[in-house]
Each structure stands twice: as C-alpha cells, then as structure tokens.
C-alpha cells in the first residue's frame, strides 16, 4: 500500500511525485489516463502545433457561449505524462507579483504570496542566462532565453515604436513592455515536467508510475480518503492510500472527480444519482480563462516560419535540428510577446500578447493567400466572467459540461477589443512595413466598434488556461483551505491549477509548477526547508506604478524607443 496516490500524471503531478518520493521513507504511486509522453512531437518544440487534437489530449469542447454568437470552443486538456506541459507552447511566465499578494490579501490565502512563492519558482528553475534574484539555476525545470526569429525581432521593435518599452525579462522586476519570452527547453528539446522532474526520478524504488489508469472515484470511509477506485485494461480495482490521496487532475479533471465521489454542490450530484459525500458549493465553480483573439497578417514574402512547408525546405529544417539541435524544429514558434494597458486605471498591465512569425498555427485559423503570413494575438488577462465545470453524466467516461461563460461581463469584452486595437497598432508601424502585403484576419473594413464587438465575440477562443474550479480561500465557497486540503475530509488534498483562486496575469505553466513544489513541502510538512526569502521581499520594493512618459524602472531601457501612436497609460 503506498503512502501517497497522486491522481493525475500532468505539470504538478510529476513535480509531486519526484519530490515527495526523494523521502525514501515513503512510498508513491502516480496514475495517469493518458500514456507515457513517447510521441516525438512532444519532445520537438514546434511539434506543439500539433497537440491541440488526437490521442493525447481529452477531445473537450466547451458549452456554446452566448455571448460568443453560440460557438463552442476547442477545449485541449493533456492526456498523457506531463500532462499541459507536453503539449504546450513552452511560454515560460510566471504572472506578476500583484496576483500572489492578492491571493494573500484578498482570498485568504495565508503563505501564498509572492515573497511566499518566489522560491519555489526559483527552486524548480533552471535558467540557462539568468540568475540573481528573480531566477533559479540547478533545478528540474530547463528555461531557455531562445535566439528569435528575425521576423520576431521586427515584432519587437514596432512593439517599441507604438509605445512600449523593451523588457529584457518578463519574469523580472515588471511585465511591462515587448520583448522575447522564455521557453521551457533544454538543448532544443522540450523540458516538460515529465522530462525534467519525473524522469531523473523513475529509477526510485519508492516511485511507482502507471499510466493507461483511468481513476473513477476517490473512496471515502468515515470522513476520510482512504484510496481511490481505477478502471485499468477494462477491470475495475480499489488502491488503497496509508496517507494521502493527491488529486492533480487540472481545472477541469479534478472537479470532475471530486463530483464522482460525491464531493461538491449536493443538489447537483442528487441530480445524477451520485450519493453526497461531502457538499462542496465551490467545487466546479469559478472557472476562469483567458479568450484569445488572433491578428493574422499576409507577407509580401517568405519571411516567416511558413516557408518550412514547401517539402525541401522542411527536409533541411530536419536535417539541421537532428544534426545540430537547433533551427525552426527547435523553435516553439510564440517566441515574442507582451504586456501591456488596456485599462488604464490598472496598476499592472492587463493585456498579454504573443507574436508567431507563422500563420495557421492554432486550430481554426487557416493560412493566408500566398502561404506567408504572421500572426500576434491577445488576451485579457484578469477577466471578471466566471463559469463552471459540471457533470453531464455519473458515467466517469464522459466529458463533464464545460462553460467558461466568455464575455458574460462586458468589461472583459471592452478589454479584448483593446488588446485588438493594439495588436492592429503595432503590426501597422513602419518597422513591418516592407514586410505585410495586408491584414487578413480581421481585414481592412473593421473601424467601427461594433464591428470590434462583432469580431472579438466570433473570433475569441480558449488561451488554454483554465483555473479556479477548486477554489482555495478561508470562506464558506472555497474547496480547499492554504494548505491544500479539501474542506471536511481528511487524508485529501487537490494541488493543481484548480485551486487558483484568482487567474494570474500571464500563461499558467510555471505557475502550476510552484504550485506542485509548494503542495510538496506543505504534504512533507516542510515548509522550513524554503529557501530565504528576504533578499528577494526586498528587491521587489512596492507596487511598481504604469510608466508615466517613459519606462518605469521594471523594464530595461536599453532599447526604448517612445514616439508612436500608441501612448503609455496616464
């Protein structure tokens, strides 16, 4: 009987297995649905293009959105070992130091805060250019500051002449400004964390791995999770846990599972049968996301990645990455990006934006006239539209119903059309102007707002960072308190992005990491062996305000370049 049962082999289920299995005292089993994360184009960084659809994701569509013109979105949930962090872009940001204070201040979430945090972000990195006091070198997490694609550069520079400033580091002192992100490789592959976590760990007698397990239930006897029931080559069995069961089954699994077993709102479980356990009012709500809307643009040339279609060229992309590790195949395509104001009220930016020098990458957007073209999308980040995560059915096999609720509060909606505006805005500064024929997505006849309106309501989409749904928090709503633990049942714990209580304000990976890191000192009862924390508390300083006619002291400056049409936040 092992110690521990991690449910759910994705970002924070491999972190937890390699660092509670590091105690040689215990013994953990990890179960997975999905299977060990072989496919090649895992390990290749372009090969995330392909991952939004086929074996190794869930296949979940959302509930048709109202406010969406009834579309149903694409809903792409890892269903394989790494989970999210297999088939992602490898976009290395943590969010700012804002969001994990307010889940301190704010929703009761006592040891969560930024100075709480920062190092266990450092702790799990391994940045192969950056160190100091934002960053970690060492650890499990390979991050890699990738030289750009030229087209990428260009994107970086009208970035800076509509009016943002250079940031050498989104992962630094502010997010403000364009620059290039940080990936998640290592030697031009993919570190997911089941490369950089997990494999280093299987060696482990105490670290036993199964993956094609499809868990079903938790078991609860006596107030307490005792083990969980799993359907394995068709035959149904009980795992029994001498500790703890670990659910890391994401936004959308975990609450999923928590329902089955009985545990969350009872009216809705009664409603299929499903005998209540616990009644869990939180479980399944706040679901929150970003919703995406890409610019698409038509080159006058082959500039882009898009020229490695044609067969000859693609062979010697092949070639050079197999001989060399490097080339486009080593690239993770969203390799710019930025943030910057869409309310201007906001102490930090609000809008995040990631530039392709590509077109047709993700799903649904086709490729242009001609076969050249880029792309530069954006995305609210602190969205104030809540949804759901509800059972459709007691069978486990089916998908639950999925409603992220998009643009139910029209603030969100006033926001996405900001970040289109700006987008248009910097793709139309002279920097590009050798390089774009025309825009093809929206195109040339939207002025209007209502044409604005029109446009981000058929075009947004999932950014693929759905949380909450597990909310963490002190009140009568929250699923589980600070330390991870699910209200009024012993021996169970939900360490995943579900516990989020609010959405951070950039891509989610790195912070489903920490949070696996963290849940690992807080099951070990080890919070003393955290790293220091002052040195850090102190080089963060206060709130660091919107740059008032000119860069603030966030961002690097070596590169500024103010005069466009785009001006800073006021």
Not at 202 to 208: D, V, Y
Not at 362 to 367: M, Q
Not at 439 to 449: T, V
Request: hydrophobic residues 35%; charged residues 20%.
């Amino acid at each position: 009987m092992p110690d521990y049962i991690i449910v759910g082999g994705g970002s924070a289920g491999c972190v937890m297995a390699a660092r509670l299995s590091e105690d040689r005292d215990v013994s953990v089993l990890l179960l997975e649905a999905g299977p060990r994360d072989t496919d090649p184009y895992i390990h290749m960084p372009v090969g995330f293009f392909k991952m939004t659809s086929g074996p190794l994701v869930w296949g979940y569509e959302t509930k048709p959105g109202r406010e969406i013109d009834g579309r149903s979105m694409v809903y792409p949930q890892g269903r394989v070992l790494g989970g999210g962090s297999s088939i992602n872009a490898q976009v290395f940001t943590r969010g700012c130091r804002e969001d994990y204070d307010g889940w301190a201040r704010d929703e009761g979430c006592a040891g969560w805060s930024f100075q709480d945090v920062l190092p266990y972000f450092k702790r799990s990195e391994d940045n192969d250019l950056l160190s100091g006091p934002f960053h970690g070198n060492g650890g499990p997490l390979g991050v890699t500051s990738p030289s750009p694609h030229p087209l990428t550069r260009v994107f970086v520079q009208a970035a800076q002449q509509a009016g943002l400033p250079f940031n050498s580091d989104f992962n630094g002192a502010g997010q403000a400004g364009a620059g290039i992100y940080q990936i998640t490789t290592r030697h031009g592959r993919r570190c997911s964390a089941a490369t950089g976590y997990l494999k280093p760990a299987f060696g482990r007698p105490n670290l036993s791995v199964r993956t094609g397990v499809t868990t079903t239930r938790i078991v609860v006897e006596k107030g307490r999770a005792i083990g969980v029931e799993i359907v394995e080559n068709g035959r149904r069995a009980l795992l029994r846990a001498d500790r703890e069961v670990l659910v890391c089954s994401g936004a959308i699994g975990s609450p999923k599972l928590l329902m089955l077993s009985g545990i969350g709102p009872a009216a809705h479980l009664r409603e299929h049968g499903i005998a209540v356990v616990q009644d869990l009012p939180g479980v399944g709500q706040n679901l929150q996301d970003h919703m995406d809307i890409d610019t698409v643009y038509e080159l006058t040339g082959p500039y882009s990645y898009d020229k490695y279609k044609k067969p000859h060229w693609k062979l010697l992309a092949g070639l050079e990455y197999k001989m060399f590790g490097k080339g486009p195949v080593a690239s993770n395509l969203v390799e710019g990006g930025a943030f910057w104001w869409g309310d201007r009220s906001e102490t930090t930016p609000d809008l995040q934006f990631h530039f392709l020098p590509g077109a047709g990458v993700e799903k649904g957007i086709g490729t242009v006239p001609g076969g050249n073209g880029c792309t530069l999308n954006s995305y609210h980040l602190r969205p104030r539209s809540r949804g759901s995560v509800t059972l459709q059915s007691a069978d486990p096999s089916t998908a639950p119903v999925i409603d992220p609720n998009a643009f139910a509060e029209p603030y969100d909606l006033a926001r996405a059309i900001d970040g289109v505006k700006i987008c248009r805005e910097i793709m139309a500064q002279s920097a590009f102007a050798r390089f774009i024929a025309r825009e093809h997505i929206p195109g040339d006849n939207m002025r209007s707002e209502a044409d604005y309106q029109a446009f981000a309501r058929q075009a947004a989409r999932s950014a693929y960072h759905p949380v909450g749904t597990c909310r963490m928090g002190m009140d009568e709503s929250a699923v589980v308190d600070p330390q991870l633990r699910v209200r009024a049942i012993d021996g169970l714990r939900v360490c995943d992005s579900s516990v989020m209580p609010r959405l951070i304000s950039s891509n989610t990976n790195a912070a489903v990491i920490m949070i696996g890191e963290k849940a690992s000192d807080l099951v070990r009862g080890n919070r003393a062996s955290t790293p220091p924390q002052t040195q850090e508390a102190a080089l963060m300083g206060s709130t660091i305000a919107p740059p008032r006619g000119g860069a603030s002291q966030s961002v690097s400056t070596s590169r500024l370049l103010i005069g466009g049409r785009l001006p800073p936040p006021r």
